[in-house]
């Protein structure tokens, strides 16, 4: 009985079938790239709006001004020092720590402990990261510090909070902006206590205002 013999494919199909399958991966591995990217900037620009959000209702809660960007502490804030930034103060209206963390920035990812350094590296977190719950703090947004002193609060030469009559446009708040503003004489606040997260919302995060 005769066997009949299979046909097998020849070394040019096959670099014919590979060239093809380079071409396509050419081709869709932009376009996939491109849709990630899209999809982070998306969770970005969430991010922001919520930061911008939460920045509002904190100016409610606080007589229409906005957080210092610095409360206590400045520079890399090493262990033990407890700075208290502006993303400690709007960190009870945000609804994760993560909302802070900008998926495209690798800084972002921080780990849990590891204090800031000057330069920031990789797995360090941002100021503030000692009064999180979760100890660390991601690395991504900021303040604008033409809006609002740098300055400690708590240090000579630091201005009043900034008020949201002093922005030009208070409305680009919402969008994770803030506009420029002017600030002048300091008000001292005072640090926050182990009995601030069971204060009312006038004195939340132990650090109320006080308006002049």
């Known amino acids: ?10 070394l040019i199909e096959l670099l014919v079938v590979i060239a093809i399958i380079a071409i396509l991966a050419a081709i869709l591995f932009p376009v996939f790239a491109q ?3 899209r999809a982070r900037m998306s969770a970005c620009l969430s991010n ?17 001004t906005l957080p210092y960007i610095r409360f206590h502490g400045v520079g890399a804030c090493p262990k033990g020092a407890q700075c208290y930034v502006w993303k400690n103060a709007i960190q009870p209206y945000l609804k994760s720590l993560d909302v802070l963390s900008c998926p495209s920035n690798p800084y972002s990812r921080t780990v849990p402990g590891l204090p800031p350094t000057e330069p920031s590296k990789l797995g360090t977190n941002a100021e503030g990261w000692e ?6 703090m ?12 740098w300055i400690p609060a708590d240090q000579k030469g630091s201005g009043p909070p900034t008020r949201l009559g002093q922005l030009v446009r208070p409305s680009s708040i919402g ?8 600030v002048s004489s300091p008000i001292p606040p005072r640090l926050p206590t182990s009995s601030s997260t069971t204060a009312t919302s006038s004195q939340r995060n132990g650090w109320p205002h006080s308006i002049r």
């Open 1 to 10: 009985m005769p066997r009949t013999r299979k046909r097998a494919f020849t």
């Open 35 to 37: 849709a990630r990217d």
């Open 48 to 64: 922001e709006r919520q930061i911008g959000t939460a920045l509002m209702m904190y100016a409610q809660d606080y007589d229409e």
């Open 131 to 136: 009064l999180t719950p979760e100890q660390r």
């Open 138 to 149: 991601p690395i991504s947004y900021g303040m604008n510090s033409c809006a609002a002193t």
């Open 175 to 182: 969008s994770g902006r803030k506009a420029a503003a002017t």
